[in-house]
């Protein structure tokens, strides 16, 4: 039986990607400004591995009353109290930002006498967290260190595989991509914390792994024609690997779609996160990180090298 291939995208794709960078690049500084925006005015939802304090997850039988048990919570000596449903109306997570030097087990504790003798309801206690501030900081400084430490070391991987300029464009990409996946945090509320910079991190070696294809197959055009203009052979390029950005990038979403949607409520941000960083590292990859190659002078450089 002789076997045939099947093709979901034409081999012969010719969609002029660098005529139309411009509109890519009009939204990735639209989005921008948007987060920056929203960062200066409302700032991150920090979530306790960076604030410090408790946070209690817990269910009752019948819709809480969100207003009587923050009256019951306020004014009690526990500090700053917050409280809110998620998943549904039965579902309620409490925070509380406790002093550096209270302790946790009275604090809960307290909290749990304050709630059942405040309501009648059964209540089920699902999740009780807790994190010092001083651990919350130093958790904030080694996210942030662990960012960008990986971002120069995917630039530098880049660097020494192909040129200097891949590169650069590469840190371009991700750079982009992860002030996108942190405006999707500061517009959706989601908590910030370890969670959000392991989707952080993730989609970064995503982003990484797609740019390097097309690199792959940008340098060995370069190889193969020599006078070709550059942003026909970068449109042949991104053509040419086209089906298979798109056939890797639909396959990882369907997992990733099937996780924010199954997943839960504890890792409802980390998943959705992850659903919107792989459209932005795939967008990425053929928008910023491929076009970015037309301004840094890659073809005089080819060009000298051969001769």
């Given at each position: ?15 002029d990607f660098i005529g ?15 987060s920056f925006a929203i ?227 504890v890792i409802r941000g ?38």
């Amino acid at each position: 039986m002789k076997f045939i291939p099947i093709h979901f995208f034409s081999n012969k794709t010719k969609i002029d990607f660098i005529g139309t960078r411009w509109y890519g690049f009009g939204f990735s500084i639209l989005f921008s400004i948007i987060s920056f925006a929203i960062l200066a005015t409302h700032g991150l939802n920090w979530g306790v591995d960076f604030t410090g304090g408790i946070v209690i997850e817990l269910r009752t039988e019948k819709p809480a009353d969100l207003a009587k048990m923050r009256d019951s919570l306020n004014n009690k000596g526990l500090g700053e109290v917050t409280l809110q449903n998620f998943g549904d109306v039965k579902n309620v997570m409490i925070r509380i930002q406790a002093a550096e030097n209270a302790e946790q087990s009275t604090i809960i504790q307290k909290v749990k006498n304050i709630l059942e003798t405040s309501t009648d309801d059964k209540i089920e206690y699902r999740n009780i967290e807790y994190v010092g501030p001083a651990v919350g900081n130093e958790l904030k400084r080694s996210g942030v260190m662990a960012t960008i430490f990986a971002c120069v070391a995917i630039m530098g991987y880049v660097w020494f595989r192909f040129e200097w300029q891949f590169g650069i464009g590469t840190l371009l990409a991700l750079a982009h991509d992860t002030i996108m996946v942190i405006g999707f945090y500061a517009i959706t509320r989601f908590d910030f914390g370890l969670n959000a910079v392991a989707a952080v991190l993730t989609i970064i070696g995503y982003s990484m792994n797609d740019s390097v294809i097309i690199y792959d197959r940008i340098r060995e055009n370069l190889r193969r024609y020599k006078k070709i203009p550059f942003a026909d052979l970068l449109n042949q390029s991104m053509n040419e690997t086209l089906a298979r950005t798109v056939l890797t990038s639909s396959t990882t979403l369907l997992a990733a779609l099937s996780l924010a949607i199954f997943g839960g409520e504890v890792i409802r941000g980390f998943s959705w996160s992850l659903v919107f960083g792989i459209v932005v590292g795939t967008y990425s990859s053929i928008y910023i990180s491929a076009p970015a190659l037309v301004y840094l002078g890659i073809r005089d450089d080819k060009q000298e090298a051969v001769a």
